[in-house]
């Protein structure tokens, strides 16, 4: 049965193999990242999953995993990179609403800074587990809170007013904008997770390839310097974080590795043949993944390491089984096809938050469904929302279409 490992590895191969040939960027990042993660499934065994049976791994539930996401990867050739600063948004509506973000941002951080210190200061593991079997709140439940905790899932976001004030040589908008990502990361140091670094990472290195004909190769390197060093002292409590919680011996060994990074990111088509292939399913219907559209109560199953990733197909599939799974993996795709199929319609500022939503769905995808809480639910809302409302906010919308076929 050790075979079927290599569908995902070859399907997902053969995409970023298209990608690398049409020198797309960030086509070939995301698709990457789903092929490391297929290439680190080739290790997983029981160390990894001590209770799951890989004799029992169907070629039907590898097949099902590989081509759903395979198709949401497809959208990533869709995604065209700028090619002209008359394709940036300007403008007083533009301006307010950075302002009114990088206040959103200071004030997240300085909310949320007490917690993520506090958190550090004890085991990251006693953490985790309090959180997961006595149900430890770390934040405080009140509105202040959800404010806090609301700007920085816009990260995507700041890092585009990032790169669109290095273009436009904003030096204070530069440094402001900056604020966004960090209180991401101290949003989730909050509970001692290690994402918050991992997924700012790749929003940058994203959002940098949109930008990257637009800069000027001195201020490029310049660029690569301070993401260098800057994220190498990020990874620093990462690199601690994943000591604790991985490692017995309290030291960086092959367990913590095996652990913590290669099961991180390859358990992930183990973890959904594991839900597909239980006989007796619970489902959530909805109340797990889309609690801000149901009064249902939250369904708790700690049945088939629900703590573990097994990417958004999971979340979709525990709604109801295969047809939810079906369904809602169609509505988002349809929804990120159509609009990043007809994006020269839509303004250049609505896009920006529509690109967010889609890159902040399919990176943090690969792990599980971020946006399957009320919070992630109201990102959502207020993405599309924002979208929708500002679609129309440019006149000269065919500026985009101009320029993309030049």
């Known amino acids: 049965m050790y075979v079927i490992r290599l569908i995902p590895i070859l399907v997902f191969g053969f995409i970023l193999y298209k990608a690398i040939k049409r020198k797309n960027k960030v086509s070939i990042t995301i698709i990457g990242l789903y092929f490391l993660s297929s290439f680190s499934s080739l290790f997983i065994n029981s160390e990894n999953l001590r209770l799951h049976d890989f004799n029992s791994d169907s070629f039907f539930s590898f097949l099902i995993y590989t081509l759903i996401l395979a198709c949401f990867l497809s959208l990533t050739f ?15 509506l533009y301006n307010l609403i950075q302002i009114i973000f990088i206040l959103g941002s200071l004030y997240s951080l300085f909310y949320l800074s007490p917690y993520a210190i506090k958190s550090l200061l004890i085991s990251a593991l006693e953490l985790r587990t309090d959180m997961q079997i006595y149900g430890l709140k770390v934040l ?22 990032f790169f669109i004030s290095i273009v436009k040589k904003q030096k204070l908008f530069i440094l402001l904008n900056l604020v966004g990502p960090i209180a991401f990361i101290i949003n989730v140091l909050t509970v001692s997770g290690r994402d918050g670094v991992i997924l700012t990472f790749f929003a940058f290195i994203l959002t940098f390839f949109l930008f990257e004909n637009l800069i000027n190769s001195n201020i490029k390197k310049r660029l690569k310097k301070v993401f260098i060093l800057g994220f190498s002292i990020a990874f620093i409590p990462i690199f601690f974080i994943t000591i604790d919680r991985f490692s017995k011996s309290e030291e ?34 909805g109340a797990n993944s889309f609690p801000l559209f149901t009064t249902s109560e939250v369904v708790t199953n700690k049945k088939f390491y629900s703590g573990l990733f097994g990417t958004f197909l999971v979340a979709f599939y525990k709604v109801s089984g295969y047809s939810s799974l079906i369904l809602i993996s169609l509505i988002f795709y349809l929804l990120f096809f159509l609009i990043l199929k007809l994006n020269n319609r839509y303004s250049v500022l609505s896009m920006v938050f529509f690109l967010s939503l889609f890159f902040h769905f399919i990176i943090t995808g690969i792990f599980y469904f971020r946006l399957g809480t009320k919070g992630g639910n109201l990102y959502l809302v207020l993405s599309l929302l924002i979208f929708f409302i500002l679609r129309n906010t440019r006149k000269n919308k065919n500026l985009n279409e101009k320029y993309a076929n030049n």
Do not use: R
Request: charged letters at 10%; glycine letters at 6%; one cysteine or more.
């Open 140 to 161: 405080p439940e009140s509105i202040f809170t959800t404010i806090a905790v609301g700007f920085p899932s816009f990260y995507f976001v700041y890092c585009f007013m």
């Open 78 to 92: 869709l995604v065209k990179p700028y090619s002209n600063v008359k394709q940036l948004p300007n403008g007083k």
């Open 252 to 285: 960086f060994n092959f367990n913590t590795l095996n652990k913590g990074i290669i099961s991180y990111i390859g358990v992930q088509p183990f973890v959904f043949a594991d839900n597909i292939q239980d006989e007796n399913p619970i489902f959530n219907y």
